[in-house]
């Protein structure tokens, strides 16, 4: 087999070749025409040269253009701008040569003419082709079947029109105009394909614009550059009145425009987009604290400054008191001795007692923001920062415009409060168990991580209902499952299974929880939610270790679910409407396995729409692998009739059936591995 880069020079020296070889040709014809020599020579023969031309460009740019998987989307309008401008440059020198010369017997010679023409039909053909390689690049990331399918259908329909010129008609031909209609419609269809503009940051959107607008100031030099050619000079060949490349020409500019018009109006929301990605980062930087090994101290510098960022404070301040009866107190551009008269200033009851550690969960208390009357802050946000269940300290962020806090903000704040709470509290277990007895102290603290991984009530609606069973085989697990609610009726549903046992199975699956209700904000599908999980994941897991795992989104308002598989078991599902029960068998690859930008070649995403009664259910390995005694393991089968014999049932009753199937299956409770199993009936 040839390597690309053999193919790459083969291609490159075929296409010199061919160029010379048409060239010359051309140059023949017109020097017999010329002389009214007889020719013996086909006009044919220098379109076929012509043809083969222009597919050797296209074979050496797509080996080129694929071959550099490391470029990003500017590198690749960098080398559309490069390529244009060397041709504009020698464009230039050719139009200024016969400006120059003006109307001197070198600047009329028809060769001297037709062969600086074929310089630029060769230049002018290669950015044609270099920038038609790319558009498909972009216009094929996150491809779909169907993309690909009408893609080809495209490819094969320029190249019968390469053909078709072969037969030479011209411009305002019935055949030639519908052939040159057929070809725009189908580009103008593929130039809405821009799914790659929404992962460009505000800076990265305007030097795209900036590159494609030189895009189309190359294009309208060429067009003006050809056509003066054809009106002032007798050609042996216009390129004009070959429909490929009027077909190529319309296409690089149609997806030109509509790329400019798509980024110009993606603008306003870039700075939202990178906010809410710097929001994950902060997430991903608590949840990793304990794993980095960094101190309470540095959490709380985390925290402050994560928090900041994300509500555009303009002062904050931390206290926390410690395990040791030290008070620790960090401030943001307040001043010690005005935190005392911001305190006064306060009215509210509930944010008092937060700042007295006093917390109340009462619901009557549970208002965390309020007006200031202070010289320089307006508003002001408080929240208890909670470990064991007890209130050691208080975060507060300040405004300098009243009603400066909403609802979003609130979210954010608790949030990142939430994880660092658990981050301290995992700090201080940790202490602890190295004063007594570190290994059975350490899976304590495990074991407590894990709980607080594991959410206590799934939030819900009226349209199903949900129950979940979850038991460690040890002190500790690796399991995890979460139901978030998205909007009113969009529900996003998760069970996970990491790698391993012990400690680092429970830090890991913290390490998941944080970027499950980080990417959940982002209201991403499931296909773009693995591949940015995958992404995280990858920078903070260990090389041996990864987490399978079913990520679904539920629509209650349309009884659809979309959802996908990362390596993790195939879910059951029951349709009582058919009576039947089966396994979906879509595929997927564990995150952390694949660590590069092919992880989403791996992702299938599929769509169901339910009805009433039917059932959902996930669980993890350790249910269908289960072994009793004689070495037979539960199985899939016998979870499937578990399934059947109680599905008009609630699910807490077909919670209990399945759970007890599989106890009296092994004959005991001992457990082997974990078991988790979640029960979702609409």
């Not at 067009?223 to 077909?247: C, G």
């Not at 069973?469 to 979460?482: C, N, P, T």
């Not at 699956?509 to 980080?518: A, L, N, R, Y």
Request: some cysteine.
């Amino acid at each position: 087999m040839l390597s690309d880069k053999l193919k790459m020079r083969i291609s490159l020296i075929l296409g010199i070749l061919s160029w010379m070889a048409f060239t010359y040709l051309d140059l023949y014809l017109l020097f017999y025409q010329k002389n009214n020599l007889p020719i013996g020579l086909t006009n044919y023969v220098p379109r076929i040269l012509q043809t083969i031309f222009i597919l050797s460009l296209f074979f050496f740019y797509r080996y080129r253009i694929t071959k550099a998987e490391n470029f990003n989307f500017l590198d690749l309008l960098w080398k559309v701008f490069v390529t244009g401008l060397i041709t504009t440059i020698v464009s230039l020198a050719i139009r200024s040569f016969f400006m120059v010369f003006g109307n001197s017997a070198i600047a009329n010679n028809l060769l001297l003419i037709n062969l600086f023409y074929h310089i630029n039909i060769g230049l002018i053909t290669a950015f044609l082709v270099s920038t038609f390689i790319i558009w498909k690049k972009l216009i094929l990331y996150q491809k779909s079947k169907l993309l690909m399918q009408f893609w080809n259908l495209f490819e094969y329909s320029l190249l019968g029109g390469l053909v078709f010129d072969i037969i030479g008609y011209q411009q305002l031909d019935p055949v030639y105009n519908a052939v040159l209609v057929f070809l725009v419609l189908q580009g103008l269809v593929l130039s809405f394909n821009l799914k790659w503009v929404a992962y460009l940051n505000f800076k990265q959107k305007w030097k795209s614009i900036l590159f494609i607008v030189l895009v189309g100031i190359y294009l309208w030099h060429f067009f003006t550059n050809l056509t003066a050619f054809s009106k002032n000079y007798t050609l042996v060949l216009d390129l004009l009145n070959e429909v490929f490349i009027i077909a190529i020409f319309t296409f690089i500019f149609i997806y030109a425009v509509v790329s400019i018009l798509v980024i110009i109006f993606n603008l306003p929301t870039s700075s939202v987009f990178e906010r809410k990605l710097k929001e994950a980062m902060d997430f991903q930087r608590l949840s990793q604290s304990i794993p980095a090994g960094q101190n309470e101290e540095q959490v709380y510098e985390i925290l402050l400054d994560s928090s900041m960022s994300a509500v555009f404070a303009d002062g904050a301040w931390l206290e926390i008191e410690g395990e040791d009866g030290e008070h620790s107190f960090v401030t943001r551009n307040v001043e010690e001795h005005e935190v005392n008269d911001i305190k006064i200033s306060v009215k509210n009851a509930s944010v008092k007692k937060i700042l007295s550690t006093e917390f109340d969960r009462s619901p009557g208390s549970q208002k965390i923001t309020a007006a200031l009357k202070h010289p320089t802050f307006k508003s002001i946000m408080v929240l208890p920062i909670m470990v064991k269940s007890t209130q050691v300290g208080s975060l507060v962020l300040l405004k300098e415009v009243s009603d400066g806090f909403n609802k979003e903000m609130i979210n954010i704040i608790s949030t990142f409060v939430n994880q660092a709470s658990i981050s301290v509290e995992n700090f201080r277990l940790i202490n602890e168990a190295i004063e007594n007895e570190r290994y059975q102290e350490e899976l304590k603290i495990a074991k407590r991580v894990q709980q607080a991984l594991l959410p206590s009530d799934l939030e819900h609606n009226g349209k199903f209902d949900i129950c979940a069973y979850s038991v460690a085989a040890d002190e500790v697990g690796g399991d995890y499952y979460d139901l978030l609610k998205l909007e009113e009726e969009k529900y996003a549903l998760i069970i996970g299974d990491v790698s391993g046992k012990g400690t680092s199975a429970a830090f890991h699956m913290s390490q998941m929880k944080g970027i499950f209700h980080s990417l959940s904000q982002l209201n991403l599908n499931p296909k773009d939610f693995l591949v940015h999980a995958n992404s995280a994941l990858s920078r903070c897991l260990e090389k041996t270790s990864f987490i399978t795992t079913s990520f679904y989104l539920i629509d209650t308002s349309r009884n659809q679910i979309q959802f996908s598989r990362a390596g993790h078991c195939p879910s059951l599902f029951y349709c009582k409407q058919d009576g039947t029960t089966e396994y979906f068998q879509n595929k997927g690859l564990g995150l952390g396995i694949l660590r590069n930008s092919d992880f989403h070649k791996y992702v299938q995403v599929n769509e169901l729409n339910y009805s009433e009664g039917d059932v959902l259910v996930l669980y993890t390995d350790g249910i269908t692998e289960a072994t009793n005694s004689n070495g037979e393991e539960f199985g899939y089968d016998r979870l499937k009739r578990s399934l059947e014999k109680s599905s008009h049932q609630a699910p807490t009753q077909i919670k209990e059936g399945i759970i007890k199937d599989l106890y009296d299956f092994l004959g005991t409770t001992d457990l082997n591995d974990d078991y988790t199993v979640v029960i979702l009936k609409f």
